[in-house]
């Protein structure tokens, strides 16, 4: 059954805590995004990875980290650097980056502040 | 002005209706366009995608391009109560852009 995973559904970050987010996808994507939504807002992207071992920042990169060590996933880590990090995470991926390629998402992460 | 602009809704029309959304966008070098339907709390999953000037239509939904006025529409014909969401535009051109969204509902 192929697809994007994402987990945990919902995360809960103290103050000054890292916490990270997976995705996974077993669809042989080589493209993969990080999106943030917040309420009555679209998506903005966080960070890309066209390829394994590379990635790029989006329009608000600050404050998030990635790695791309495999073409299967594309973790996110939520530094304590961002301050207003409570929204829904979003993880795509698409057959290859860029131009007329489909994204397809996963399932999300919400992500509160406690 | 935002890279690309849709009417945030709500749109409300009764079942049986045509439901019909617009976006805007600003870069005319934009490529490919979609639509992406979301549910309350759930994420995106697309409807539809063109990338020609012109309509293309799959089942009720019919996504109109018009690339000189800068302009991508979705048309849902018999509207149903399960149409009720957020209808997401996006363009593509170096990279994805995403509108806003527009909510949708459609009333029994």
């Known amino acids: 059954d192929g697809g994007i995973t994402q987990s945990p559904k919902y995360l809960f970050r103290k103050e000054g805590q890292n916490v990270t987010l997976s995705c996974e996808q077993n669809?042989?994507?080589?493209?993969m995004y990080w999106y943030r939504q917040d309420p009555g807002q679209g998506l903005r992207l966080i960070y890309y990875?066209?390829?394994?071992?590379?990635?790029q920042k989006g329009d608000i990169a600050e404050g998030y980290s990635v790695s791309r060590e495999k073409k299967e996933s594309f973790p996110l880590t939520v530094t304590s650097a961002q301050k207003n990090p409570t929204a829904f995470y979003l993880c795509?991926?698409?057959?290859?980056?860029?131009?007329?390629?489909?994204?397809?998402f996963g399932a999300g992460t919400r992500l509160s502040v406690l | 002005q935002k890279e690309v602009e849709q009417n945030s809704g709500p749109l409300s029309v009764p079942e049986g209706a045509i439901a019909s959304l617009n976006c805007t966008y600003s870069?005319?070098?934009?490529?490919?366009f979609f639509w992406y339907r979301q549910y309350s709390g759930k994420s995106p999953e697309l409807i539809m995608f063109?990338?020609?000037?012109g309509d293309k239509e799959d089942g009720r939904f019919t996504a109109q391009l018009n690339k000189a006025s800068q302009y991508v529409s979705l048309l849902i014909r018999d509207s149903q109560p399960s149409d009720s969401a957020t209808y997401l535009c996006?363009?593509?051109?170096?990279?994805?852009?995403f509108g806003a969204g527009t909510r949708l509902t459609v009333k029994p």
């Open positions: 795509a991926s698409s057959i290859a980056g860029l131009g007329q390629n489909i994204q397809y």
């Open positions: 669809l042989n994507h080589d493209a």
């Open positions: 990875s066209q390829i394994v071992n590379d990635f």
């Open positions: 870069d005319r070098g934009s490529q490919s």
């Open positions: 063109i990338y020609s000037n």
């Open positions: 996006a363009v593509n051109v170096n990279d994805m852009r």
